[in-house]
Nanobody, 125 residues
Framework: QVQLVESGGGLVRIGGSLRLSCAASGRTFSSYAMGWFRQAPGKEREYVAAISYGGGRTHYADSVKGRFTISRDNAKNTVYLQMDSLKPEDTAVYYC??????????????????WGQGTQVTVSS
């Protein structure tokens, strides 16, 4: 059974940084692209970033481009989301997900079949 466990969320001031982690188990992690998504109160879930199975390709939503960095360590079965220059509009529950197809490049249009439980990120003044 595939399990994804996010960590690293919390309360941070405007302009601050956080690094989220997502530990995966139950699947050959290095064969699957991974994505990060977020959902703010009263809003639909939105795509944030994705990374290919090997880590060589990354893709970002326009709203986070230049501020967030997605990376992965296949030896540790973990994907990360480094978030810098945080803004109040980044406040949301952040979820990691694994792409359904093997050897994908990761994109907002892919099908993601397993999701973590989420970690709260709150950005305030």
């Amino acid at each position: 059974q595939v399990q994804l466990v996010e960590s690293g969320g919390g309360l941070v001031r405007i302009g601050g940084s956080l690094r989220l982690s997502c530990a995966a188990s139950g699947r050959t992690f290095s064969s699957y692209a991974m994505g990060w998504f977020r959902q703010a109160p009263g809003k639909e879930r939105e795509y944030v970033a994705a990374i290919s199975y090997g880590g060589g390709r990354t893709h970002y939503a326009d709203s986070v481009k230049g501020r967030f960095t997605i990376s992965r360590d296949n030896a540790k079965n973990t994907v990360y989301l480094q978030m810098d220059s945080l803004k109040p509009e980044d406040t949301a529950v952040y979820y990691c997900a694994t792409e359904a197809a093997r050897y994908g490049s990761g994109s907002p249009h892919s099908k993601y079949d397993y999701w973590g439980q989420g970690t709260q990120v709150t950005v305030s003044s």
